[in-house]
């Protein structure tokens, strides 16, 4: 997972982002499929994420989706939003400063 750091992200390019979006996307979502539960699952990804330096805030939530991203109130700079559902996950990389 350390591909995906926050440092990773930040030194990369528009595209670089992009790849690294797409592709963290698809190991979260293959990931999310074999957890028994959803939001248990949820919050392993979004510590895991954290711990590699990602700034997350959950802003939205229900029972088949939760919304993670950089804090707006307090911002650290841009970061990834991930939106988690029961079918998958999307990640995207937002420019919020």
């Not at 390019?13 to 992009?18: A, L």
């Not at 939530?61 to 999307?90: A, C, H, K, L």
């Amino acid at each position: 997972m350390e591909r995906f750091s926050r440092a990773n992200f930040d030194c990369n390019d528009d595209e670089g982002r992009v790849a690294l979006s797409m592709e963290l996307t698809a190991v979260l979502s293959e990931r999310l499929k074999s957890m028994p539960d959803f939001h248990q699952g949820v919050r392993q990804f979004v510590s895991e994420l954290r711990s590699l330096g990602h700034d997350l805030w959950s802003f939205d939530d229900s029972d088949e989706m939760e919304v993670w991203g950089p804090d707006y109130q307090n911002p650290s700079g841009p970061g990834i939003v991930v939106t988690f559902r029961t079918d998958g996950v999307e990640v995207e990389y937002s420019k919020m400063k």
